[in-house]
């Protein structure tokens, strides 16, 4: 009985030490677990593998450092994606950070693929207004971005002269942790403009997603962690998501194992009591 | 006058929205009223900043409950707002000084970018991070099959926890069996598309019927608490 007491008051600390010890071993010891692409990430990979070359792709990038480790490789596969294939692709965020964040993503695969900026791809930046802005946007990006976001003037990027609102674009992809950014793109730039639409998004706010997806108003979605591996997979080309799986898999047996045996315990006890 | 201008201003706002849905000719006032936002949005942020130094620094003058957090948080805000749009300085540029135009603070090599990479990323990365621990430490104090409806949870989670992962699914596809049904896509299709596309459906179009009301009570003045008061 007072075995079982104790079980059930377990330090939270020996726990909290579990958990490191599983999240950080698999990085020194790797399982190199097969990752099996859902239908939602193959939506995404295939819409953009269908642009012939020299199509346009939007992408918003809303997301901030928190969950960066989930959702940056998301946009740096897209990228992977889209630059050997030489399609375009111009950046823009309804998010403050996700501007600073866009800098962070586009680094490697413009490096790898020796890709120009104002011809082959433009970030834009941050503008303000969240969801607001987007319908703005809709409207004309000059009348909304008059700079790129190292403070170029837009009317002298190439590319830009083929950008008049969103039915420029042949797919727009948004990348984003909360508010404002998924459901805001479904609502205008899905619902409204009648775009394909894509979406990554954190794992946390997969299932919201989902009646979207049933509607045939996303192309595809890209969930968390898993959904950037499954991206990965599906370009060939592993990035910081595909070894990262090996970890969230021994941390949610894990976290499993600690659900199940509270329960025992809690069971075990009752029926004594 | 001073609520009914506010009021009459709001009105006129929701209906140019609503009405430009319906006639194209209206469209041009839609955009212009979304341009208007642009700012105000813009504007918004300066009396936000405002209120925050008015609200914490009557705390911190009379020496109130936390003074210390909020003499922080005062402090990194006004750093962060000095060096954002006055320290513009990079070594590439060779400029220091105030306003200069030429640099943006976000620029690569600014010190607000230096901040932001440094100091800013690896906080709220650690704080995320945190919720790794917590959750792995609520789910075991808290997560009990008591009633049938948190056992239907409990049984929910676990499948979804343990076979939506590379090690659950390489588990099932050894088992006799189960092995030959992908269960991923049986997660996919009758846990995912299935019973929580449905509950997402029915909340949402709950709460879009909620927003719409609340819209509609806003534009006729009957519900004013976003006035401050009534």
Excluded at chain 2, 147 to 155: A, Y
Aim: include cysteine.
């Amino acid at each position: 009985m007072e075995l079982l007491e104790r079980l059930s008051r377990l330090d939270r600390r020996y726990i909290f030490a579990v958990i490191a010890l599983v999240v950080v071993l698999p990085f020194f010891f790797p399982l190199n677990l097969p990752v099996d692409p859902t239908g939602a990430t193959r939506g995404i990979y295939a819409a953009v593998e269908k642009l012939p070359p020299d199509s346009l792709v939007l992408m918003g990038i809303d997301y901030g450092p928190s969950t960066s480790v989930e959702l940056e490789p998301m946009v740096v596969a897209a990228l992977r994606q889209c630059f050997p294939r030489n399609i375009k692709v111009v950046l823009m965020s309804i998010s403050p950070e996700g501007a600073l964040q866009s800098r962070g993503a586009l680094n490697g695969p413009v490096a790898e693929f020796q890709r120009q900026t104002g011809s082959d791809y433009v970030n834009l930046g941050y503008i303000a207004g969240a969801d607001k802005a987007l319908r703005a946007v809709g409207s004309g990006f000059a009348t909304q971005f008059k700079r790129d976001i190292d403070g170029r003037p837009i009317n002298q990027l190439p590319l830009m002269k083929r950008v008049k609102d969103y039915s420029s674009f042949d797919l727009v992809l948004d990348f984003s942790s909360g508010y404002p950014g998924g459901l805001e793109y479904v609502k205008v730039v899905a619902a409204g403009y009648k775009r394909p639409l894509g979406l990554g998004v954190t794992a946390v706010t997969v299932p919201e997603y989902y009646p979207y997806l049933n509607s045939g108003q996303l192309v595809g979605m890209l969930g968390g962690l898993r959904g950037a591996a499954e991206y990965e997979t599906l370009i060939k080309t592993p990035g910081t998501a595909t070894p990262a799986m090996d970890a969230q898999s021994i941390a949610h047996f894990t976290i499993a194992g600690f659900i199940m045996f509270a329960n025992v315990v809690y069971f075990l006890g009752k029926r004594r009591r | 006058m001073k609520r009914q201008i506010p009021l009459f201003i709001t009105f006129l706002a929701g209906l140019a929205m609503m009405v430009q849905f319906y006639l194209p000719a209206w469209n041009d006032w839609g955009d212009r009223f979304l341009t208007w936002f642009g700012i105000l949005a813009a504007v918004a942020y300066v009396l936000g900043a405002g209120s925050l130094f008015v609200v914490n620094g009557k705390v911190i003058q009379r020496r109130g409950r936390d003074w210390q957090f909020k003499a922080v948080l005062l402090a990194s805000l006004s750093t962060t707002l000095i060096i954002g749009l006055f320290w513009r300085y990079t070594s590439e540029a060779g400029v220091m000084g105030w306003l200069n135009p030429s640099v943006l603070p976000t620029d690569e090599g600014t010190w607000f970018d230096f901040m932001f990479q440094y100091v800013y990323t690896p906080l709220s990365a650690t704080m995320f991070s945190l919720l790794a621990f917590f959750i792995a430490s609520a789910s075991f104090r808290a997560f009990r099959a008591r009633s049938i409806e948190s056992t239907l949870l409990l049984g929910t989670a676990f499948i979804v926890m343990i076979f939506r992962v590379p090690l659950g699914e390489v588990i099932w596809n050894n088992l006799p069996f189960f092995g030959q049904y992908n269960i991923g896509k049986l997660i996919e299709d009758f846990i995912m598309n299935g019973f929580n596309a449905a509950g997402q459906r029915a909340v949402l179009l709950g709460s879009s019927i909620g927003l719409i009301s609340v819209s509609v009570k806003i534009m006729l003045g009957i519900e004013r608490s976003y006035l401050g008061g009534d």
